[in-house]
């Protein structure tokens, strides 16, 4: 739950922000240009799939893309995302046909990766981002230190590093 602070005369003032969010153009109003992107995604977009995890930037289970760059949805501002192109997990059941975020899904389904799911989102992006700047295979495994509780690490590391799909 994110809470609002009044300003100094105990108004909050509304401010609009427009972005693309999975190729739509969105706009939102909210009270404080400092509220997470990662709850106006959840809360007034709808878009579930980005996970709060910590909200300390430490677990890495809101990771989005903004501008092809993986990004921590729980820090970074809704007012910073103004005119910016976001990408979510959703983008997959929307049919977005985004290439490196389908090669990514196939590896994580040929590799049986999810156990309970919940981190996974942020990890497929994470990956995806990393995919997008060049990199490719191994290499991209240092990058990716997202948390996962269930310890489906191995299975992480065996598709990133899968040699049959381009990675």
């Known amino acids: 739950m994110y809470f609002l602070t009044p300003n100094f005369l105990g ?4 401010a609009s922000y427009t972005f693309k969010v999975n190729n739509v153009s969105k706009t939102v109003t909210v009270a404080d240009e400092n509220m997470p992107l990662l709850w106006v995604l959840r809360d007034i977009l709808g878009l579930t799939g980005t996970k709060y995890g910590c909200g300390i930037e430490k677990c890495f289970a809101c990771t989005i893309l903004i501008d092809g760059q993986p990004e921590h949805a729980c820090v970074y501002n809704v007012s910073s995302a103004a005119g910016k192109n976001i990408l979510t997990i959703e983008a ?4 977005l046909n985004d290439p490196d975020l389908e090669k990514v899904k196939k590896v994580w389904i040929d590799h049986q990766v999810p156990q309970c799911g919940y981190c996974q989102c942020g990890m497929i992006m994470a990956v995806t981002g990393a995919v ?3 990199h490719h295979g191994k290499e991209i ?3 990716i230190q997202n948390i996962c ?4 690490y191995q299975r992480i590391r065996e598709a990133i590093s ?3 799909v381009q990675l």
């Open 11 to 14: 108004e909050l003032s509304m």
């Open 92 to 95: 997959l059941e929307m049919g």
């Open 149 to 152: 509780v269930c310890g489906t």
């Open 141 to 143: 495994l240092p990058e």
């Open 162 to 164: 899968d040699s049959t």
């Open 132 to 134: 997008k700047a060049g």
